[in-house]
């Protein structure tokens, strides 16, 4: 079953401006937590977002979580051409296990 | 650093053969997951293992097995390959405090192939 939706599917940015990623999900959730993916390979964790807090940061990211909403924004900014990747949300249903959504693909063109 | 790897980046086999995916972790993770990744799917769990010998089907688990005899290791098995069992597979790792999810460690994938 998919719990998080992605939004965009796809996006397109020039080198050096912000991406801004969505995730919508349907259940109440332990953490969400973002990954990377570069083309072909496995995935990276980026950052892990507990129900409990509103906003974190890990350097050139910015992610947001509204509970109320269920939804969450992963912000990129200063984004640089190694940036270019899927990019997933994924949500902790309290089962010991992950629920990814479709992924985000962003180019970012130098 | 964790290291999780995964016995081949490719493979090709033949509809009917039985097709072993080995995946093997460094870590001393208590659970390991299966993935398939299809595109506009995103990641879909075929199974997990939470500890040595114990495993739980996940969101498809039709068609595959899986073993778990040492706890750095987790087998994928595909039972007579379908060509529908082309696919990204992935493999990862994580530490385990449920009823919480910790981040997971992925391998770098086995793109499988069947014709």
Redesign the interface.
């Known amino acids: ?2 719990q998080g939706e992605e939004d965009p599917q796809a996006l397109s940015i020039q080198e050096g401006e912000n991406a801004t990623m969505n995730c919508s999900y349907k259940t109440s959730i ?2 969400l ?1 973002w ?1 990377r993916q570069n083309s ?6 980026l950052i ?1 977002i507990r129900s409990n807090e509103r906003e974190k940061h890990s350097g050139r990211l910015r992610v947001t979580l509204d509970t109320s909403k269920k939804s969450s924004s992963l912000l990129i900014t200063a984004s640089r051409a190694a940036d270019t990747a899927s990019y ?1 949300c ?1 949500t ?1 249903q ?10 985000t693909i962003l180019r970012v063109k130098s | 650093d964790v290291k ?1 790897t995964q016995s081949s980046r490719y493979l090709v086999k033949r509809t009917g053969e039985k097709v072993f995916l080995e995946c093997v972790q460094d870590m001393d993770h208590e ?1 390991m ?1 299966w ?1 398939r990744q299809d595109p ?6 075929i199974y ?1 293992s ?1 500890d040595v010998k114990m495993k739980e089907k ?2 498809i688990p039709e068609g595959y097995s899986v073993s778990r005899e040492k706890k750095e290791r987790f087998s994928l098995i595909l039972e007579s390959a379908s060509t529908n069992q082309t696919s ?1 597979y ?1 493999c ?1 790792s994580s530490f ?1 405090l ?12 086995t ?1 499988l192939t069947v014709t």
């Open positions: 079953s998919q332990n953490n937590q990954y072909g390979r496995g995935l990276v964790h892990l997933f994924a902790d309290y089962g010991n296990k992950l629920v990814f959504g479709a992924g | 999780v659970n997951f993935y506009g799917l995103g990641l879909r769990l997990f939470y996940g969101d990204m992935l990862a385990s449920a009823p919480r999810s910790y981040e997971q460690y992925f391998g770098p994938g793109r």
